[in-house]
T-cell receptor, first 112, second 115 residues
């Protein structure tokens, strides 16, 4: 069975500082991995995805993530955050059977 | 191009009532999935439909049902509403290639409040 663990429920970071949001997954088969962002009172927006190929994945809004198969991790990073990055971030995994399993989310607080 | 649309955006129901939520996928997408997102949690998978057939079901009671129409739009029905059904209900559409899901596009959700 698949599962996703987001290690931090909240991450405070100063504006223009770098940030890393951690995600670990478990699955017995090859997986697709995703990061979604949810702004207050809105639906989910896909930030980036790993399907195959290069382990470093670049997404929208300056975010990137690295797939590490040996550590079963897919951490999200941004070198310099902006106040507009304040949101909930969800890591998700799919084993290609047409459903996505989400983590519980990490709330990113940008401090002025 | 229009994204995934859902209706209504908000609704309030009383315990024991029935509710129908609607979703229109992105043009060309044949797969629709439904998710429940309780406040403070990640979305949980409820159903997936492809070509009008149920392809997957999450761990939800039989009070939850869904269907997909020939135009690929979908309805989620919940009977005998409980307070715990209060949540944001998200619809996602995807273009299936073979049996794989490459990515899903989410709608803005329907906020259901049960009083």
């Amino acid at each position: 069975a698949q599962s996703v663990t987001q290690l931090d429920s909240q991450v405070p970071v100063f504006e223009e500082a770098p940030v890393e949001l951690r995600c670990n997954y478990s699955s017995s088969v090859s997986v697709y991995l995703f990061w979604y962002v949810q702004y207050p009172n809105q639906g989910l927006q896909l930030l980036l995805k790993y399907l195959s190929g290069s382990t470093l994945v670049k997404g929208i809004n300056g975010f990137e993530a690295e797939f590490n198969k040996s550590q079963t991790s897919f951490h999200l990073r941004k070198p310099s955050v902006h106040i507009s990055d304040t949101a909930e971030y969800f890591c998700a995994v799919s084993d290609r059977d047409d459903k996505i399993i989400f983590g519980k989310g990490t709330r990113l607080h940008i401090l002025p | 191009d229009a994204g995934v649309t859902q209706s209504p955006t908000h609704l309030i129901k009383t315990r024991g009532q029935h509710v129908t939520l609607r979703c229109s996928p992105i043009s060309g997408h044949k797969s629709v999935s439904w998710y429940q997102q309780v406040l403070g949690q990640g979305p949980q998978f409820i159903f997936q439909y492809y070509e009008k057939e149920e392809r997957g079901r999450g761990n939800f009671p039989d009070r939850f049902s869904a269907r997909q129409f020939p135009n690929y739009s979908s309805e989620l029905n919940v009977n005998a509403l409980l307070l715990g059904d209060s949540a944001l209900y998200l619809c996602a559409s995807a273009w299936n290639r073979d049996r794989g899901i490459y990515e899903q596009y989410f709608g803005p959700g329907t906020r259901l409040t049960v009083t």
